[in-house]
């Protein structure tokens, strides 16, 4: 099993969100038990402007044991069907095109996504499961 790892779960832990650090840890440390931990490089360029160095930023990744991918042109391809889609429905500029690629990425380069923002991708990305720390943790 391969989880993708959203933005909103690293940073839970990383500054950390009070609210949600051990749900998120907890459902980390599942996912990572029940196999392996990837996040994009979508991902990973949101979680570096909370670094002073690179070199920082690669020990913080490394110690979670996340592989970092670079998604693939079909993934890029769903993500544009999907901003496609989201935008005729009446959806408004202000959701960036980050979040429909960590979609896309999830959807296509891995088994499930860890995320608590589990409304937006469930529409836009319906054959993606999306797996909610803030909810439940059945990992």
Known sequence: MITA???NILLDILLPNMDFYEGSAKALQ???EAGSL???DIVYAEICV???TRNE???FVESLDLRVES???ASHFLASRAYRQYRA???KRTRILADFLIGAHAQNQATRLLSRDRGFYRSLFPALEVCDPSVAINF
Do not use: K, N, P, W
Request: proline share 0%; hydrophobic share 30%; with cysteine.
């Open 30 to 32: 599942m996912s990572g």
């Open 89 to 91: 429905q009446g959806g």
């Open 57 to 59: 930023c690669e020990e």
């Open 5 to 7: 790892i959203d933005t």
């Open 71 to 73: 998604l693939t042109r």
């Open 50 to 52: 909370h670094f002073r």
């Open 38 to 40: 990837v996040i994009s």
